[in-house]
C-alpha cells in the first residue's frame, strides 16, 4: 500500500445490527491477546484502527459503501439473505464492486459465511461450481449446525425438522431449499422495460385500468395504471406511498392519479374491508375488490410477461420486487404459492401484475371518456403525473477469480 493509503477488512452484513455481532467476536478476540491488543490505536462501535494501517469496520449490504476503498480481507455475513430494494442482486453487485477494491492486495481474502436459502446467488452458484473439487481454488465448507455448535441441542433440530421439513434442513443441515425458486428470471423482467421510459401520459380515448395494493401506514400503499394495444399490455404509471403515511391523503392523491387517466374504478385486495372502499367512494371512485387472490394474478401474468406481451416501466425498485419473488409449495397443499423473500416487499410488483392481468383482459379498442372525467382530469397536476425517474439495477457479471472461502453455516454455529 501507498504512504497513507488503509487497509480494511470490512465486515459486511444485511444491517449495522448483525454486522455488530461479528465485530463484537473480532473485537474481543484482538483485545485477548496482548501482543495484538498493543495494535490498536482507537476503538469505536463501528470501527478499530490499527497502529499498522489497518482498519476493521463494518458495513451495510451496499455496493456503493465498498468502492473507493482498499480492501485486505471481507466477510460477507448471511449473503443468503441480502435484500435491496432498488437491485435485484444485491449479491453479485456488492462481489463485482469488492472485485477492485481488492484486486492491488496480493492474496486478498475473501469469506462468505451464511446459512443457505434458495438455489439461486453467489452463495448458490458457489457450492454449485466448487463444493467438493479439489482442484477448485475455492473453498466452499457445508456443515449442519451440531457439527458447528454441539451445545445445540439434538431435540431442538428434530422439533423443527418435524414442524417444517424444508425449512429446517436449510437452517440446522445446512441444505438449499429445494421447495423455493425463482418466479421469473431476471433477463426475462429486464428484456420488458423500456429503457428511460418512467411514465406514460394519458391519451384520450384508451381505456386505462388501475389496480392498487392498499394499506395502512406501516407498509407500502401502491399504485399501476395499465393499457392493452392489440396482443401487448403496457404499464403507464405506478405510484408508491412508503410507510409512514396518511393514507387517507394517499387514497385521495391516487384518486387525482386516476382522474388524470379517465379511470373512475379501481380494482385491490380487501385489505382493510369497507374503509377502503369507503375512501375511494369519497372521491368518485368505485373500489372493486379483486376476485383473483394474489397467486392467481401471478399465474396469469407470468405468461404474457415470459412471452414479451408486455411492457413495463423503468422502475427500480419495480425490477427489483418482481426477480426477487419466490414459487414455494404450499406446506400440506402442494399448491404454488409466489411471495416476496424474508424481509422483502411485494407491492409494487402486485399493483403491477393487477393492472396487467385486468388489461389482458380488457377488450381492445377505444373508450369514451366522459366530459366530467376529462375536467377532472385537468385538475390533476397537482397530484404530481410527472415521470418518475428512478435508477435501474444491470447484472453484474460472475467476480470469481480473489481468493474465496464459503461456510453454510454462520459463524455462531447456526
Aim: charged share 20%; proline share 5%; with cysteine.
Amino acid at each position: 500500500m501507498t504512504a497513507g493509503e488503509l487497509g480494511t477488512i470490512r465486515i459486511i452484513a444485511t444491517d449495522r445490527a448483525q454486522a455488530k455481532v461479528i465485530f463484537r467476536y473480532a473485537k474481543a478476540l484482538l483485545t485477548q491477546v496482548p501482543s495484538i491488543e498493543e495494535l490498536i490505536v482507537r476503538t469505536t462501535d463501528e470501527q478499530i484502527e490499527l497502529n499498522n494501517g489497518i482498519v476493521i469496520e463494518i458495513q451495510t449490504a451496499s455496493f456503493r459503501s465498498v468502492r473507493g476503498h482498499t480492501i485486505i480481507a471481507a466477510l460477507l455475513d448471511e449473503c443468503a439473505f441480502w435484500r435491496d430494494e432498488t437491485s435485484a442482486n444485491p449479491d453479485e453487485e456488492i462481489l463485482t464492486a469488492l472485485r477492485p477494491a481488492m484486486a492491488t492486495i496480493p492474496g486478498a481474502m475473501l469469506l462468505c459465511a451464511s446459512s443457505p436459502y434458495s438455489r439461486r446467488g453467489i452463495l448458490w452458484r458457489a457450492f454449485k461450481e466448487h463444493w467438493g473439487r479439489e482442484d477448485s481454488p475455492i473453498l466452499v465448507w457445508r456443515a449442519p449446525t451440531r457439527t458447528m455448535n454441539q451445545t445445540i441441542p439434538q431435540s431442538l433440530v428434530d422439533a423443527a425438522l418435524a414442524e417444517d421439513p424444508a425449512k429446517a434442513a436449510a437452517e440446522f443441515l445446512a441444505e438449499f431449499r429445494v421447495d423455493i425458486e425463482t418466479f421469473v428470471n431476471r433477463e426475462v423482467v429486464e428484456a420488458a422495460v423500456i429503457t428511460g421510459r418512467h411514465e406514460l401520459a394519458p391519451v384520450s380515448g384508451v381505456n386505462y385500468l388501475a389496480f392498487v395494493d392498499p394499506s395502512g401506514s406501516a407498509a407500502d400503499f401502491t399504485l399501476a395504471v395499465a393499457h392493452r394495444e392489440g396482443d401487448t399490455v403496457i404499464l403507464d404509471a405506478l405510484r408508491e406511498r412508503r410507510p409512514k403515511f396518511s393514507p387517507e391523503s394517499v387514497v385521495g392523491e391516487f384518486t387525482g392519479v386516476l382522474m388524470g387517466y379517465g379511470v373512475t374504478e379501481v380494482t385491490g385486495d380487501r385489505y382493510g374491508g369497507e374503509w377502503v372502499v369507503e375512501q375511494f367512494r369519497k372521491h368518485g371512485i368505485t373500489y372493486q375488490t379483486s376476485e383473483r387472490p394474489k397467486n392467481a394474478l401471478y399465474a396469469e401474468f407470468l405468461p404474457s410477461l415470459n412471452s414479451g406481451k408486455v411492457e413495463l416501466l423503468d422502475h427500480g425498485r419495480l425490477i427489483a420486487e418482481l426477480c426477487a419473488l419466490e414459487r414455494r409449495t404450499g406446506r400440506g397443499t402442494g399448491r404454488d404459492i409466489v411471495d416476496h423473500p424474508p424481509a422483502g416487499h411485494d407491492d409494487l410488483a402486485n399493483a403491477t401484475a393487477g393492472a396487467v392481468v385486468m388489461a389482458l383482459q380488457s377488450a381492445v379498442g377505444a373508450t369514451v371518456i366522459s366530459p366530467e372525467a376529462l375536467t377532472r382530469a385537468g385538475q390533476a397536476t397537482a397530484y404530481g403525473r410527472g415521470p418518475m425517474r428512478y435508477g435501474r439495477s444491470s447484472p453484474s457479471p460472475s467476480v470469481y477469480g480473489l481468493p474465496f472461502s464459503v461456510s453454510l453455516t454462520d459463524l455462531s454455529g447456526h
